[in-house]
């Protein structure tokens, strides 16, 4: 079984300031684990994934996540928040095992203030 | 360009009228899914398919179908919607069934059952 918690359904921030969105998950393999935003009106895009090589993961846009396997987190982080990162953003876990499945979060809203 | 297609974008209907929602893949991927997206809930799978002819039910395939009989398409059939079934939904399809591949999302429909 595998599950995935998005711990705020929105964050608030400043343009300029630090980006945290945070993201526990549960699974009973060795996981994969992604982040999707969506922007208004639009498809998923992928931001960037883990695949159990290196724990700290650079994706597009200068977000990047940490997997800490013993605190069962896969947080994204930007240090500078600019304007056209407000979207919705989703953790997702896929864990494998016997059945091919993709678990999502329930979405964290991000908007961004000038 | 590689991308996901759907159509139509948007649709209005009434109960019990069927319909079909396209959907189209130019990049040769064997796997493709259905989603759909209500607030609050995140992505809650309807059907993959795993290649020409493979099709299995996800989370919520109640009140849907679907075929593979192209690999390029995964069409999403509501042979009597009812209201419940108003909804933001998602194609997606990638190279394959592994837990570290990457999703690619079509630009969505937006359906209201009335």
């Known amino acids: 079984a595998q599950s995935v918690t998005q711990l705020d359904s929105h964050v608030s921030v400043s343009e300029g300031t630090p980006v945290l969105l945070r993201c526990n998950y549960s699974?009973?393999?060795?996981?994969?684990l992604f982040w999707y935003v969506q922007h208004p009106n639009k498809g998923l895009q992928l931001l960037l994934k883990?695949?159990?090589?290196?724990?700290l993961v650079k994706g597009i846009n200068g977000f990047e996540a940490e997997f800490k396997k013993s605190e069962t987190s896969f947080h994204l982080t930007k240090p500078s928040a600019h304007m056209s990162d407000a979207a919705e953003y989703f953790c997702v876990v896929s864990a494998g095992g016997s059945n091919y499945k993709l678990t999502f979060g329930k979405g964290t809203l991000l908007t961004v203030n000038p | 360009e590689a991308q996901v297609t759907q159509n139509p974008r948007y649709l209005i209907t009434v109960t019990g009228k069927k319909l079909t929602v396209t959907c189209s893949q130019n990049?040769?991927?064997?796997?493709m899914s259905w989603y759909r997206q209500d607030p609050g809930l995140g992505l809650r799978q309807i059907y993959y398919?795993?290649?020409?002819?493979?099709?299995d039910k996800g989370d919520v395939p109640e009140g849907y179908k679907v075929s593979r009989k192209e690999k390029r398409n995964f069409p999403l059939i509501l042979e009597s919607p009812s209201p419940n079934q108003t909804s933001l939904y998602f194609c997606?399809?990638?190279?394959?069934?592994?837990?570290?591949?990457?999703?690619?999302f079509g630009p969505g429909t937006r359906l209201t059952v009335l």
């Open positions: 990049m040769n991927h064997e796997y």
């Open positions: 699974s009973s393999y060795s996981p994969s």
């Open positions: 398919s795993m290649n020409v002819e493979v099709t």
């Open positions: 883990y695949t159990s090589a290196a724990t």
């Open positions: 997606a399809s990638s190279l394959s069934i592994g837990r570290t591949d990457t999703q690619y």
